[in-house]
């Protein structure tokens, strides 16, 4: 394929789309991410798209949202070894709500095997991956549907989450950076996933690297309220994601990297307390780590959690 042709497809890729990873690009158009970096550059020298760390945008700050028919295309080898990896965090019997997205779908998945769970969820996708699991209770929240990504949004689905108690809530998002934590390109989307963190002892966020560094309209997140950030490992010429992974962890946030047995700055953070209502996590932080650190075990969580399905 001819530069001119490649260029092309990749400009068309990225106006689809909204943002791409170059492992994705580069997939696509069948050469190497060194080709698509240096396509990349070229378009970005024409002002027909913005560069990010692992990936492309189209330009003009922040990114704009994709919809799902493009998201559920991007980076699926990463969300399935993120959503491998987090799946490990829940244990049976558990309470815990999940947000709207393609990474926590895949999550989903793989929670349709842990008996006794209750996930509660605004997201058709996620109750839909978990609709014929035997031993798990699904409660869907109410609200508008958002037809974009599947999602219940509004005025009821924020009230149905009032008074909610859970262990943990898993999320995703747009965008994740360690000065404004993480965010998304949709107010009311925003809004949920915002009620969603008042009723989560622990806040888990599911983003692929290419979020890493992005910064997107709404913030849903704030860093400190983060517990752990479940990830990719950035490619080896992506400095700022890398370095994005660090200030993360040097404000707290336990890292889990998929494939990852030592990555760099593996040294311990100071545990942190959010100012949430009712128990938080107070868990060891750990640094930028393979595997994810000690957690509350289940006999643990019991005295704190409330189980739903007394109420």
Same mark, same amino acid.
């Given at each position: 394929?001819?530069?001119?042709?490649?260029?092309?497809?990749?400009?068309?890729?990225?106006?689809?789309?909204?943002?791409?990873?170059?492992?994705?690009?580069?997939?696509?158009?069948? $050469?190497? !991410?060194? &080709?698509?970096?240096?396509?990349?550059?070229?378009? !970005?020298?024409?002002?027909?798209?913005?560069?990010?760390? %692992?990936?492309?945008?189209?330009?003009?700050?922040?990114?704009?949202?994709?919809?799902? /028919?493009?998201?559920?295309?991007?980076?699926?080898?990463?969300?399935?070894?993120?959503?491998? =990896?987090?799946?490990?965090?829940? !244990?049976?019997?558990?309470?815990?709500?999940?947000?709207?997205?393609?990474?926590?779908?895949?999550?989903?998945? @793989?929670?349709?095997?842990?008996?006794?769970?209750?996930?509660?969820?605004?997201?058709?996708?996620?109750?839909?991956? =978990?609709?014929?699991?035997?031993?798990?209770?699904?409660?869907? $929240?109410?609200?508008?549907?958002? %037809?974009?990504?599947?999602?219940?949004?509004?005025?009821?689905?924020?009230?149905?989450?009032? %008074?909610?108690?859970?262990?943990?809530?898993?999320?995703? +998002?747009?965008? =994740? $950076?360690?000065?404004?934590?993480?965010?998304?390109?949709?107010?009311?989307?925003?809004?949920?996933?915002?009620?969603?963190?008042?009723?989560?002892?622990?806040?888990?966020?599911?983003?692929?690297? &290419?979020?890493? %560094?992005?910064?997107?309209?709404?913030?849903?997140?704030? $860093?400190?309220?983060?517990?752990?950030?479940?990830?990719? !490992?950035?490619?080896?010429?992506?400095? @700022?994601?890398?370095?994005?992974?660090?200030?993360?962890?040097?404000? +707290?946030?336990?890292?889990?990297?998929?494939?990852?047995?030592?990555? /760099?700055?593996?040294?311990?953070?100071?545990?942190?307390?959010?100012?949430?209502?009712? /128990? *938080? *996590?107070?868990?060891?932080? +750990?640094?930028?780590?393979?595997? =994810?650190?000690?957690?509350? &075990?289940?006999?643990?969580?019991?005295?704190?959690?409330?189980?739903? @399905? @007394?109420?």
């Amino acid at each position: 394929m001819f530069a001119a042709e490649r260029r092309q497809l990749i400009l068309e890729m990225v106006r689809a789309n909204g943002a791409v990873s170059l492992r994705e690009l580069a997939r696509v158009v069948q $050469t190497s !991410e060194v &080709t698509v970096r240096r396509d990349v550059r070229a378009l !970005e020298a024409e002002g027909l798209l913005d560069r990010r760390h %692992g990936g492309a945008v189209l330009p003009g700050g922040f990114t704009r949202e994709s919809g799902f /028919p493009q998201k559920s295309h991007l980076a699926t080898a990463e969300k399935t070894a993120i959503a491998d =990896l987090a799946a490990g965090l829940v !244990e049976e019997g558990e309470a815990i709500v999940v947000g709207a997205g393609t990474t926590t779908q895949e999550l989903a998945r @793989r929670l349709a095997r842990v008996p006794g769970l209750t996930v509660v969820t605004n997201s058709l996708l996620v109750a839909q991956a =978990l609709a014929h699991a035997n031993r798990v209770e699904v409660v869907m $929240t109410g609200g508008t549907l958002r %037809g974009s990504n599947y999602a219940l949004v509004g005025s009821g689905a924020e009230q149905s989450l009032q %008074g909610l108690r859970v262990s943990k809530a898993f999320l995703s +998002g747009s965008g =994740l $950076t360690a000065e404004r934590g993480l965010s998304t390109s949709n107010m009311l989307s925003a809004s949920v996933d915002r009620a969603l963190v008042q009723a989560a002892a622990e806040v888990v966020v599911l983003a692929d690297h &290419t979020k890493l %560094g992005t910064d997107t309209m709404f913030q849903t997140v704030p $860093t400190d309220l983060i517990t752990r950030l479940v990830t990719d !490992e950035p490619p080896a010429h992506d400095d @700022r994601a890398a370095t994005e992974l660090q200030a993360l962890a040097d404000q +707290g946030v336990q890292i889990a990297v998929t494939g990852a047995a030592n990555p /760099p700055g593996g040294e311990q953070a100071p545990a942190r307390r959010a100012a949430l209502p009712g /128990p *938080r *996590r107070g868990v060891p932080g +750990g640094g930028l780590r393979g595997v =994810l650190g000690d957690h509350p &075990t289940g006999a643990e969580r019991g005295g704190r959690v409330a189980d739903l @399905r @007394r109420r």
